[in-house]
């Protein structure tokens, strides 16, 4: 059977890459047609010119460079045989990423700083971060998908960022190649790196944190949650390892809303509610005692979740959502005028400026809108603050996340809320209370996966 | 073992932490990989760049090198990865700015050094800078095994590898780049 002929038999036959059979194919079909031979020709000459263009030499320097790089990283080659067990591919990529998202938050944090702070009417205190930082956050994509930049800030995030399987405390900042200049927000940075002989590409997109966080801090006044005045409000990095929190005191319904539009700017948003756990939030807990008296306050009763390497332990106490919570509790809290410990978590207070409106069952459907992936992103950063708080003696905080009601958080022991329990008691707690139905929370925002479609 | 002696002696001192080892591997690589990364990328800058990346992310990972192909084809992979990120990166950056900043190589030769001109002659390098734009006008689909052929003379085989496409695809694309490049050359010098 003679082996069919195409033309691209004609290139391969060029560069010597046809099978026997094809080669006799080849010339058989040359022998009898003096346009292929020409055609022949042709591909042979642009072969040839391409092969003749000139090749640019490295620059002078380039190998200076590359020594001062591998030097400025500090980095060694160690002659240790590859691990015997080598990863998977998925799980490989995955622990980069995991690496790469704590090192944005790491960096991120950075912006919010009291020099980079857009708005003036809010007093900051120190900022402790780590000191090898940029100043931009850096989300991670892997090489097998696009992100386009949007949403909040730009802030963007893989979809593989699944779960933390090792120690994540890799400085980003020295994994990322060598750069000379401040990345722009919506860059890709890249990572290379090699699995076995593999070798892998991870992208860091730049997001700008602090247009985030100004986006949010619109999206709460439009709300009616304004920032307060007048007072000190703390401003700290827990460690370089946290979220972009925002705390909040508002009622149910201004709290829809923000979530409503936090969705639509491709965010995700989760909320703790803090009236049990002050120690998470020690200048909530003070500023509410100092303010109406009603201080949030550690659940003593409840266990603290002890560290199990990166294990995740959401532990909750629904218990306390029905508990006023004693006000004596504000004495364990720092003043709001202390400087943050480090560790602490990253904050803006903020409170409701107008009456709260009727609690309304429908209203709360905003905090069931689901969002995609949340979930899983929220374990690994909320996994950094719980690490970073607990040496502060940190009590579990409650988790009222807009999704994965009943959920039981992989790896740790306890299980979220359910949210028609929440709301029972929200209801409750309002019609029991004298003031205002307001709940303190924290708003954590986090990066958004948009995968483009483009590949 | 695949690998060159001379080049694994290098990697084998490099593991047992002599750095000037692995610096003799730069010296040894450097103008073959940048030559080829900027006519991969069009650009000497991002082809600087690239380079740089590749041979910092071998070196740290050289322990993982199992020696089972030449360091050169494994340094080529880990750049040619970089370089696809790189024309990622590229393209986010010339759809956020009007202009863009990607300089053409044919157009605005290099300045971070001399260029390699083995043809001194006007006529030659005025068909460089031809073949060179018209190369750079071709989707990368179809450039890049193209330049791997002719520039890096990789077997079929070894293209498919770096570029993870099968063989055939390899054939096809290597011979749909050489007509479109004869067409872009003729229409440019008629």
């Known amino acids: ?455 | 073992m695949i690998v060159n002696a001379d080049d694994g002696r290098l990697i084998d001192r490099t593991l047992a932490g002599d750095n000037r080892a692995f610096g003799e591997l730069v010296l040894r690589y450097q103008d073959r990989l940048f030559g080829t990364l900027a006519h991969l990328l069009g650009s000497v800058h991002d082809a600087h760049d690239v380079a740089q990346d590749a041979f910092l992310s071998a070196f740290r990972k050289l322990n993982t090198f199992r020696k089972e192909s030449s360091f050169y084809s494994w340094l080529f992979r880990i750049a040619y990865h970089a370089a696809v990120s790189n024309r990622r990166k590229e393209k986010r950056h010339r759809h956020a700015s009007v202009e863009g900043r990607r300089e053409e190589l044919g157009v605005e030769p290099t300045d971070d050094g001399p260029a390699h001109e083995p043809h001194s002659s006007l006529e030659s390098r005025e068909d460089c800078d031809l073949v060179r734009r018209a190369l750079d006008e071709l989707s990368p689909e179809f450039r890049d095994p193209l330049i791997l052929k002719e520039l890096e003379g990789m077997k079929y085989e070894e293209i498919a590898l770096v570029l993870d496409i099968p063989v055939g695809t390899v054939r096809s694309r290597i011979h749909r780049a050489r007509q479109e490049l004869k067409e872009k050359l003729t229409r440019a010098t008629a």
């Open chain 1, 1 to 455: 059977m003679s082996v069919p002929f195409s033309k691209d038999l004609l290139s391969a036959y060029l560069d010597g890459e046809l099978s026997p059979e094809e080669l006799s194919r080849v010339e058989e079909r040359l022998a009898e047609n003096p346009e292929l031979q020409a055609e022949l020709a042709e591909l042979r000459q642009v072969s040839e010119r391409v092969r003749r263009i000139s090749r640019p030499q490295a620059p002078q320097g380039f190998h200076a460079d590359v020594i001062s790089a591998i030097e400025q990283a500090n980095t060694s080659v160690k002659a240790a045989a590859p691990e015997a067990s080598p990863w998977s591919w998925a799980r490989w990529r995955r622990r980069i990423t995991i690496v790469a998202v704590c090192g944005v938050i790491a960096v991120g944090l950075r912006l919010m700083q009291p020099d980079d702070n857009p708005h003036g009417d809010l007093a900051v205190s120190n900022v402790s971060v780590p000191p090898a930082a940029p100043q931009e956050s850096i989300t991670a994509a892997t090489d097998e998908t696009e992100f386009a930049p949007g949403g909040l800030g730009g802030m963007v995030a893989s979809n593989s960022v699944l779960e933390i399987e090792e120690d994540v405390s890799g400085n980003l900042a020295s994994r990322l190649l060598p750069t000379n200049r401040v990345p722009d927000a919506g860059e890709l940075l890249s990572y290379f790196d090699v699995d076995g002989d593999e070798p892998v590409c991870v992208e860091y997109m730049v997001a700008d944190v602090q247009q985030a966080f100004g986006q949010v801090q619109l999206l709460l006044s439009r709300n009616g949650i304004k920032p307060l005045s007048g007072a000190k409000l703390p401003e700290a990095a827990d460690g370089g390892n946290g979220l972009v929190a925002i705390y909040v005191e508002a009622d149910d319904a201004q709290l829809q809303a923000v979530v409503h539009d936090i969705d639509q700017l491709g965010g995700q948003l989760h909320l703790i509610n803090v009236n049990d756990s002050s120690a998470d939030l020690p200048y909530l807990a003070g500023r509410a005692a100092e303010e109406d008296g009603v201080a949030a306050t550690i659940d003593t009763e409840t266990p603290r979740p002890q560290a199990e390497g990166r294990a995740m332990r959401m532990a909750q106490s629904p218990r306390a959502l029905d508990t006023p919570p004693p006000p004596a509790a504000a004495q364990i809290a720092p003043s709001p005028s202390d400087p943050s410990p480090v560790g602490s978590t990253n904050a803006i207070a903020v409170s409701a400026d107008s009456e709260p409106s009727a609690m309304k069952p429908e209203a709360k459907a905003a905090f069931q809108m689901p969002v995609e992936n949340a979930q899983v992103l929220k374990y690994k950063l909320m996994v950094r603050q719980r690490e970073s708080l607990e040496p502060n003696g940190a009590a579990p905080a409650e988790i009222v996340s807009g999704e994965s009601q009943g959920e039981v958080v992989r790896g740790g022991a306890a299980k979220i809320p359910q949210r028609d329990s929440f709301q029972a008691k929200s209801v409750k707690e309002a019609g029991e209370s004298q003031g205002a139905p307001k709940r303190r929370i924290v708003l954590f925002v986090t990066p958004t996966s948009q995968p483009s479609s483009e590949r």
